[in-house]
């Protein structure tokens, strides 16, 4: 191998609850529109065809609990909640039942976005890049392994911002369920570990301000919460 002109970029990694070790991040997929009451209240439609994608770079994993500096370049910092799901085993173009059991580990996640940015890609046909991909933009909280987690669909799904209830939703209520998400995706990429995939938000997303901290949780799931600072 050859010598590197310099140092490697660190592997980031999300805590798993009673493994002993962290999950390596190796890509991050976002699902986008993937609950209706959110579609509606961005002003799109849902496309029930096939769920659509967008990517988060590793580098943007930051762990729960953390304090993060209000971001540069946005006036419209926005939260989203979501349901994470972490791959355990190498899936390609898997049925169901494949996609279903290639899932290692469940998490709560916060997709941060610069929405004006993100907006004004959308409007221009552009990709939305710098609304979602950029430093410390996914919070993640320790993942549970699957086989600890109850059937996915009843548990609640739900954000405060200094203590004010912001999103309150179910699982049940996503568009593209789990085990559907795996399975398509499968289809574009050879999934494997390190994969993580953070299923979409409900609706009542909205802005946070430095000083604000935000908590988000679902059912059976550990808790996750960041702290925004004033700008750098």
Known sequence: MSDLLFDAPKTHSIPVEGAGADYP??????????????AKEMGVEVDR???????????ATTPSGAEIPYPPGTENYHYEMELVLA????????????????????????????????LVAREKGRPWDLGKDFEQ???FAPLIKAEHVSEIGPQRIFL????AVKQDAHLSDLIWKVDEIVSDLSKFYHLGPGDV????????????SAGDKIIGGIDGLGMVSLSITAAE
């Open 25 to 38: 991040v190796h890509r991050i997929f976002c699902v986008g529109r993937n609950y209706a009451a959110h």
């Open 49 to 59: 065809e096939a769920p659509f994608y967008f990517t988060k770079t590793p580098s």
């Open 87 to 118: 791959i355990g085993k190498p899936v390609f173009r898997a049925d169901l039942k494949t996609a279903a059991e290639a899932i290692f580990a469940y998490g709560c996640g916060l997709d941060m976005t610069r929405r004006d940015l993100q």
């Open 137 to 139: 933009s996914g919070v």
């Open 160 to 163: 405060e911002v200094n203590g």
């Open 197 to 208: 995939i953070m299923t979409g938000t409900p609706a009542g997303v909205g802005p946070v």
